[in-house]
Nanobody, 126 residues
Framework: QVQLVESGGGLVQAGGSLRLSCVAS????????MGWFRQAPGKEHEFVGA?????????HSTGSVAGRFTISRDNAKNTVYLQMNGLKPEDTGVYYC??????????????????WGQGTQVTVSS
C-alpha cells in the first residue's frame, strides 16, 4: 500500500520560512518523480514544483515560487522536501506531495500524478 505523508506545515509570518517533508512508503521511491502542489480555499490544485527521479535530480518550479522555494530529495530516507523561504500571504494553502513513476518533472497537471498525500496546511500571515 502506497502512502505519502506530509509534515512541516504551520503558521508563519510573511517573510518567514518553512520546510515541508513528504515521506513515502510502499513504493520504489527512487523510481518516482515527486511533485508538490498546493490548494488555496475555493481554488484548484496548483503546481508548485517537481524533482525528477533520476540523477542529477533536476527540478522545475512554477514562476511564482522560483527563487524562493527549493525542492530536494533523499532517496535513502524515501523523503522529498520543499524548502520555502520568503513566504507571502498568497502562499497560504494546503500543500500536497504527489508521486508518478518514471514521470517527467516538467509535467504540471495534477492528473499526471498517481499517488497523493493527505496534505499539510501552510498559513502565512501578513
Amino acid at each position: 500500500q502506497v502512502q505519502l505523508v506530509e509534515s512541516g506545515g504551520g503558521l508563519v509570518q510573511a517573510g518567514g520560512s518553512l520546510r515541508l517533508s513528504c515521506v513515502a512508503s510502499g513504493l520504489s521511491f527512487e523510481t518516482y518523480t515527486m511533485g508538490w502542489f498546493r490548494q488555496a480555499p475555493g481554488k484548484e490544485h496548483e503546481f508548485v514544483g517537481a524533482i525528477t527521479w533520476t540523477s542529477p535530480y533536476s527540478t522545475h518550479s512554477t514562476g511564482s515560487v522560483a527563487g524562493r522555494f527549493t525542492i530536494s530529495r533523499d532517496n535513502a530516507k524515501n523523503t522529498v522536501y520543499l524548502q520555502m523561504n520568503g513566504l507571502k500571504p498568497e502562499d497560504t494553502g494546503v500543500y500536497y506531495c504527489a508521486a508518478e513513476q518514471y514521470g517527467s518533472y516538467h509535467r504540471t497537471e495534477s492528473a499526471f500524478y498517481k499517488y497523493w498525500g493527505q496534505g499539510t496546511q501552510v498559513t502565512v500571515s501578513s
